[in-house]
């Protein structure tokens, strides 16, 4: 990128980051494009995370990097959190790599404000290190987005708590299987209540009685998605995480916080691919005179240029609203307000960030669609997250409706 002037530096600098986060920035931009952006065609193609990556990941702390230093972790803010799914998913802009970090960082996130000390200590530890890695079970097969609607049931039993029911499109299932560790999940405990009815936990993967299959996606390859059934799986009390019959609100804390990453992925996706493309156009020639020179090629290059540059702001506002939320400690409306700054990066990156992979194929022309160039698998990946991981785009909008038109004009009350 030494030949692209201003815009490179403004994509590294512009966004007002702290001296400390921009530092870790530039370190970690260095640890991905050494370690990640190398393999990332071939995890794809074997559709296999590289084990030796995710090792090398946890050793540099880049693994549930929120966790904080009494667990065995960094400690890092939001915002550094969202600088990392950013530059993971510039490196590899399948997202593979950038789902398996944002998941992990997300949810253990959700774990060390809610979970219990003694699931922390038994659980964080390992997620800190690399040595095992955390999910999200939420979905179930007759519908992801109604989860006051889910059927998942869980229950107390003799001073153990027993948990049945099905989860679908889970992602990390054969990572987790292999490396160790589970998922923060829902379950309905008091049926007749709805969302007030229902309890968060945490499932370990390895329990009698759970049992899984993998589904075969268009996208991030390197990485399993799949089904969970859980067939009285018996878990001890202590992997309640928050209040009996409060989870629902818990989930959708860890929901908005989630989002942020997402967001934040499919911006460094979109940063990766757009670069690949500014490369070729300045070398291509057509008639004489590269490809770049041409503004039926410049323009639309500019347009998402500036559709990026107006959704990292989006996502970075929203991983500035987290860190306010939990340092300042916020009430209900605070936190419907971060809900909101997700929502809002959730709603426009992933959509855009498709857009703009897909205008930098057209612009490359028939070597874009070959899978020599990478932009395919960021096309492909990036499509995930407007498909439905973390919640589909319309659900973003009845979030933001909610909260600009009010309660009263809300489908889902
Ligand atoms: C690659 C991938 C990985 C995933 N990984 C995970 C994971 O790790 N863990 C997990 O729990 N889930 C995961 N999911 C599932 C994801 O969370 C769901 O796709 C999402 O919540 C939507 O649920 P659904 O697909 O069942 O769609 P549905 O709930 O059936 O909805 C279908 C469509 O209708 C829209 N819709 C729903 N209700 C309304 C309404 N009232 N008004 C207007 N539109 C509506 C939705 O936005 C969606 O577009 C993953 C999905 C993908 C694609």
């Not at 990392?84 to 398996?100: G, K, N, Y």
């Amino acid at each position: 990128m030494s030949s692209a002037g201003a815009a490179a530096g403004w994509m590294a600098t512009d966004f007002n980051l702290t001296a400390e986060q921009e530092g870790f920035k530039k370190a970690v931009r260095e640890f991905c494009q050494k370690e990640i952006a190398p393999r990332a065609r071939a995890m794809d193609t074997k559709r296999e995370l590289d084990e030796a990556l995710i090792d090398k990941m946890g050793d540099q702390e880049l693994l549930g990097i929120c966790i904080p230093p009494e667990y065995g972790g960094p400690g890092a803010d939001y915002v550094s959190a969202a600088i990392v799914a950013e530059e993971v998913a510039r490196a590899d802009v399948s997202c593979s790599t950038a789902v398996m970090y944002l998941v992990d960082t997300g949810w253990s996130f959700l774990l060390s404000k809610h979970g219990s000390n003694q699931l922390k200590e038994e659980v964080l530890p390992k997620v800190a290190k690399g040595k095992s890695l955390l999910g999200i079970l939420s979905t179930e097969p007759q519908g992801g987005s109604d989860v006051a609607g889910f059927k998942t049931k869980i229950t107390r039993e003799g001073g153990k708590l027993v948990v049945n029911g099905q989860k679908s499109y889970i992602s990390l299932i054969r990572e987790i299987s292999r490396r160790g560790g589970g998922y923060f999940t829902l379950g309905t405990s008091e049926p007749s209540l709805g969302a007030k009815g229902m309890t968060a936990f945490y499932m370990p993967l390895d329990r009698p009685g759970v049992s899984t299959n993998l589904v075969e996606d268009m996208g991030r390859m390197a990485l399993s998605t799949g089904n969970i059934d859980m067939k009285r799986v018996e878990i001890p009390e202590h992997y309640v995480v928050g209040e009996w019959n409060k989870g629902f609100y818990v989930g959708m804390e860890g929901f908005q916080a989630a989002r942020v990453l997402v967001s934040a992925a499919c911006i460094g996706c979109w940063e990766g691919v757009l670069e690949m493309g500014m490369n070729y156009i300045k070398e291509r020639e057509t008639f004489g005179h590269p490809l770049a020179m041409n503004q039926g090629i410049q323009f639309p290059l500019v347009d998402s240029y500036a559709a990026l540059e107006a959704d990292k702001l989006l996502v970075y506002r929203a991983a500035w609203a987290v860190d306010e939320f939990y340092r300042k400690g916020g009430n209900k409306q605070d936190s419907r307000r971060v809900a909101m700054l997700a929502a809002l990066a959730k709603l426009k990156a992933p959509v855009d960030a498709f857009q703009g992979c897909s205008s930098v194929m057209d612009m490359m022309g028939a070597y874009g669609y070959t899978t020599k160039c990478d932009v395919e698998m960021g096309l492909r990946g990036v499509k995930s997250y407007s498909a439905g991981a973390e919640g589909g785009q319309n659900i973003m909008r009845t979030i933001i409706g909610r909260e600009i038109l009010g309660d009263e004009y809300s489908p889902n009350r």
